[in-house]
T-cell receptor, first 113, second 118 residues
Framework: AQSVTQLGSHVSVSEGALVLLRCNYS??????LFWYVQYPNQGLQLLLK??????LVKGINGFEAEFKKSETSFHLTKPSAHMSDAAEYFC???????????FGAGTRLAVHP | DTGVSQDPRHKITKRGQNVTFRCDPI?????LYWYRQTLGQGPEFLTY????????KSRLLSDRFSAERPKGSFSTLEIQRTEQGDSAMYLC????????????????FGPGTRLLVL
């Protein structure tokens, strides 16, 4: 069965520092993988997705993620954190022909001056 | 395109009461999903519609839960005889699936309905 594990429920970085949010997946078939961001009291917004094309995926707001099959990972990075990046981030894997999403527990990113 | 909308945004009810939530997907989107998100957790899949047909229900969806999508447009999620454990954020998402998109089309989420059962 497909599953997602996000390492670290809370990550804190300084403004301008590298952001690294970790995601490992388990899937019996080649996966489709997603990163979503959720701001307080809002729904989820897609940052980027991996669909078996390029392994390095670029998303919105300067985020990118690299699919590593050998490590079953899909970590999210951003070279320089901005205060506006403070939010909760969810990694998800797509299941089934109709794209049911299985989410990780989320990582709350805090950015301090 | 106004995005996915949900109504109400907040609902407080007493245990044992029935509640109904509405989701209006992005027009022309043929797939609609309901998820539930509890504090500190990621969203969990509840159910899915392809047009007006409900094609899967999670085991999380007890007999007290029912969802409809008449005419393949808006959807409603009803919870009967609410329990305190039903307190959560209920999220709706929609997507446009093409025959060639496989499982990779983007789901667009609404702002959610936050339910508190007292």
């Amino acid at each position: 069965a497909q599953s997602v594990t996000q390492l670290g429920s809370h990550v804190s970085v300084s403004e301008g520092a590298l952001v690294l949010l970790r995601c490992n997946y388990s899937s019996s078939v080649p996966p489709y993988l997603f990163w979503y961001v959720q701001y307080p009291n809002q729904g989820l917004q897609l940052l980027l997705k991996y669909t078996s094309a390029a392994t390095l995926v670029k998303g919105i707001n300067g985020f990118e993620a690299e699919f590593k099959k050998s490590e079953t990972s899909f970590h999210l990075t951003k070279p320089s954190a901005h205060m506006s990046d403070a939010a909760e981030y969810f990694c998800a894997v797509s299941v089934g022909g109709y794209n049911k999403l299985i989410f990780g527990a989320g990582t709350r990113l805090a950015v301090h001056p | 395109d106004t995005g996915v909308s949900q109504d109400p945004r907040h609902k407080i009810t007493k245990r044992g009461q029935n509640v109904t939530f509405r989701c209006d997907p992005i027009s022309e989107h043929n797939r609609l999903y309901w998820y539930r998100q509890t504090l500190g957790q990621g969203p969990e899949f509840l159910t899915y519609f392809q047009n007006e047909a409900q094609l899967e229900k999670s085991r999380l969806l007890s007999d007290r839960f029912s969802a409809e999508r008449p005419k393949g447009s808006f959807s409603t999620l009803e919870i009967q005889r609410t329990e305190q454990g039903d307190s959560a954020m209920y999220l709706c998402a929609s997507s446009l699936a093409h025959r060639t998109s496989g499982s990779a089309e983007t789901q667009y989420f609404g702002p959610g309905t936050r339910l508190l059962v007292l």
